[in-house]
Each structure stands twice: as structure tokens, then as C-alpha cells.
């Protein structure tokens, strides 16, 4: 089980309070599917994504990003429990979407830069630091029940 | 690869960061020790607190081996062609896929702390970009 110290929880949720989670996960999304285009091949019923635009402005990333920001803050809720929190989308990822554990690694580190552009300076390296583990743990959980 | 348009936001990027080139160094060296603690191993001879002179210095370093690599982005084997000897002969920093994913992330970090939105989609897929190639030359010599 992971350890958050009172100070991490305290980042942690100080951050979350500021965000707005369907602009930061349609953001967040957006950029790891023009960042790592590889990625878009599990959104091949997305309709258009052949452009920076198309991507950033597509209604079905911004809701999707939506979906997964939001499941986001579920965790969040439940840091001391991580592993139960995602189990069945452990499973979904695993056995139905097909999508390699690397990859909740780099949208992570996306989510951490998103977040950053929109608080600037008040996301010191302490807070980095605890969302950084805060990403890399919800990666490790999201990859836990994969066979 | 790097399109003409990476390099050119490439640039204009660091262009805007007018003279804070040290202090991003310093800040994403900061960072990358804070948030992934095993990077410290290389550095045991250092003073690590935050602000150390230390930090200051190496920061520059590398702040001024990557505005060199910007300047030199179509040669990029050459322009760093001494930086890959050292890393794989003296160094020997875990192969830079890896450590430099921590730095290029905690880079990237206290760029868009500076910039704001400025820090695009496009330009973060550039500069993301462009750090995945400045380690591939890095690692070039390692085996």
C-alpha cells in the first residue's frame, strides 16, 4: 500500500481543487494524442484527429478526457485504496481496450504539464513531486490486474 | 523527426525565456531531485539543497549544451558528439531513455511554469521531441 504523507495529501488535493476537469482532461488528452501519436490508434472511431485542431477541438476527445480526469478525481478520494479504485478499469484496460501499461505512464506525465501551465510558479518542485507520484501510482494500479 | 516546424517553435521558445535559461536549469535540475529521488545517486559530491551553488552551476551546464543543440538541431550527432563521449565513458548515467525522460519532463515542467499557455500543445510535442532526440545522441556511444 502506498504511504501520502499529511503534506503530499494536502498538494495533492489543494491542486485538485483548482482544476477544471472537463477543460484540463480534454487538454490533457488532447496533447497526449498529438504528442505520442502512436496513441491515437485506440481512438480510431474518433473521426477526425489528422491535425492539431482537429485533436484539440474533436467533441469526442474533450468528452473522453472528460471521462478520464473525472475517474481521476475518484482516485484522489481514495489514495489509501488505489488498487480497489481501479481494479475493474484495470481489467477494462487490460482484457477489452488492449492498451499497453506505458501509456498510463505518459499521459500522466502530460496531465502533470497541463496542470502546470494553468497554476504557473504555485506548482512548486514539492508539488511536482507529489503529483508526480500521485500519476505514477495511478498508472501502477491502472496496470495491476493485467495477465 | 523534428519538422521545420518543431525547430522553428523550438527557437522562438526558447527565445522567449530572455535570459531565465540559468534559473530554468537550475529549477528543472531542482525538480527532477525532488520528484525522482534516485537521480540524486550520480550527483553524491554535490550540495543538492535547493539554491545550492552547485545546482546553479550545472544547471548552466546544461542549459548551455541545449541552447548549443538548438542552434545545431540539423547535427545534432556533432554538436554533442564530446557531451555523448562523457555520458558513456564517464558518466555512465543509466542510458539516457531513461534519466533523461526525468530531466526532460522536469524541463518541460519549469518551462510551462514560465509560459503559461504559451506552452502549447504543438510546442510541448516539439520540445518533447526534441529531448527524446538530445538523449538518443547521448546514448549513441554507450554500447
Known amino acids: 500500500m502506498v504511504h501520502w504523507s499529511a503534506e503530499e ?6 491542486v485538485w481543487a483548482k482544476v477544471n476537469v472537463e477543460e484540463c482532461g480534454a487538454e490533457a488528452l488532447a496533447r ?36 478520464v ?15 480497489g479504485t481501479y481494479s475493474k478499469l484495470s481489467e477494462l484496460h487490460c482484457d477489452k481496450l488492449h492498451v499497453d501499461p506505458e501509456n498510463f505512464r505518459l499521459l500522466g506525465d502530460i496531465l502533470v504539464i497541463v496542470l502546470v501551465s494553468h497554476l ?8 511536482q513531486s507529489a503529483w ?16 | 523527426m523534428l519538422t521545420a516546424e518543431d525547430k522553428k517553435l523550438i527557437q522562438q521558445i526558447w527565445g522567449k525565456l530572455g ?19 534516485p537521480t540524486k545517486t550520480y550527483f553524491p559530491h554535490f550540495d543538492l539543497s535547493p539554491g545550492s551553488d ?16 538548438i542552434k545545431n538541431m540539423d547535427n545534432l550527432s556533432q554538436a554533442l558528439s564530446e557531451l555523448s563521449n562523457l555520458h558513456a565513458y564517464n558518466l ?49 556511444k554507450y554500447r
Not at chain 1, 491535425?51 to 484539440?56: D, G, K, L, N, V
Not at chain 2, 540559468?22 to 525522482?36: I, K, T
Not at chain 2, 552547485?54 to 543543440?69: D, N
Request: glycine share 6%; hydrophobic share 40%.
Open chain 1, 120 to 127: 504557473g510558479r504555485d506548482f512548486t518542485p514539492v508539488c
Open chain 1, 69 to 83: 480526469l473525472t475517474s481521476f478525481g475518484e482516485a484522489i478520494k481514495n489514495l489509501d485504496n488505489l488498487k
Open chain 2, 54 to 69: 552547485q545546482i546553479r552551476g550545472h544547471g548552466k551546464k546544461v542549459v548551455a549544451a541545449l541552447t548549443t543543440a
Open chain 1, 9 to 14: 495529501k494536502q498538494l495533492i488535493t489543494s
Open chain 2, 92 to 140: 555512465r548515467v543509466d542510458p539516457p531513455c531513461f534519466s533523461l525522460q526525468f530531466l526532460s519532463q522536469c524541463l518541460q515542467v519549469s518551462l510551462a511554469t514560465r509560459l503559461g499557455k504559451d506552452y502549447s500543445p504543438e510546442v510541448h510535442s516539439a520540445v518533447d521531441k526534441f529531448m527524446s532526440a538530445v538523449a538518443s545522441v547521448l546514448a549513441e
Open chain 1, 132 to 147: 508526480q507520484k500521485l500519476v505514477g501510482v495511478v498508472a501502477h494500479a491502472l496496470a495491476h490486474k493485467y495477465h
Open chain 2, 19 to 37: 535570459g531565465a535559461e540559468e534559473e530554468v536549469g537550475a529549477d528543472a535540475l531542482n525538480r527532477m531531485f525532488h520528484a525522482y529521488p
Open chain 1, 32 to 67: 497526449l494524442l498529438l504528442v505520442y501519436p502512436w496513441t491515437q490508434r485506440f481512438f480510431s472511431d474518433f473521426g477526425n484527429l489528422s491535425s492539431p485542431t482537429a485533436i484539440i477541438g474533436n467533441p469526442k476527445v474533450r468528452a473522453h478526457g472528460k471521462k
